[in-house]
Nanobody
Framework: QVQLVESGGGLVQPGGSLRLSCAASTSVSSIAILGWYRQTPGKPRELVAIITVGGNTNYADAVKGRFTISRDNAENTLYLVMKNVKSGDRAVYYC????????WGGGSQVAVSA
C-alpha cells in the first residue's frame, strides 16, 4: 500500500509559478510510473505529466514547455513545477503512482486568478 499526500497548491496569478509536491509513504525508487493528473468539475481526470523509474517524462500538450515533473527517490517525493500558469490550469491536481497497483493522492487545489 502506498499513501500519497500532495501539497503546494493554492492561488496563483496568471503567468505565475507554483510547485506541487507529493510525498509517498514508501520508497518510490521502484515505482514504475509516477505522475500528476488534474480534474475540474464536470470533466474527467486528465493526465498532466508522468515520469518513469528511468526518468523518462511525458507531458500533456497543454502543459508542455511550462510544467516540469521530477522525482526525488531519496526523499520519496514527486514534484510538479508549474510556470507561466494559465487560467486553464485551474484544477484539483492528483498525484498518481503505478507500481503493483494504482494509487492516488487526495488532491491539491490550484486556483488561478489575478
Amino acid at each position: 500500500q502506498v499513501q500519497l499526500v500532495e501539497s503546494g497548491g493554492g492561488l496563483v496569478q496568471p503567468g505565475g509559478s507554483l510547485r506541487l509536491s507529493c510525498a509517498a509513504s514508501t520508497s518510490v525508487s521502484s515505482i514504475a510510473i509516477l505522475g500528476w493528473y488534474r480534474q475540474t468539475p464536470g470533466k474527467p481526470r486528465e493526465l498532466v505529466a508522468i515520469i518513469t523509474v528511468g526518468g523518462n517524462t511525458n507531458y500533456a500538450d497543454a502543459v508542455k514547455g511550462r510544467f516540469t515533473i521530477s522525482r526525488d527517490n531519496a526523499e520519496n517525493t514527486l514534484y510538479l513545477v508549474m510556470k507561466n500558469v494559465k487560467s486553464g490550469d485551474r484544477a484539483v491536481y492528483y498525484c498518481y503512482a503505478l507500481g503493483e497497483a494504482r494509487y492516488w493522492g487526495g488532491g491539491s487545489q490550484v486556483a488561478v486568478s489575478a
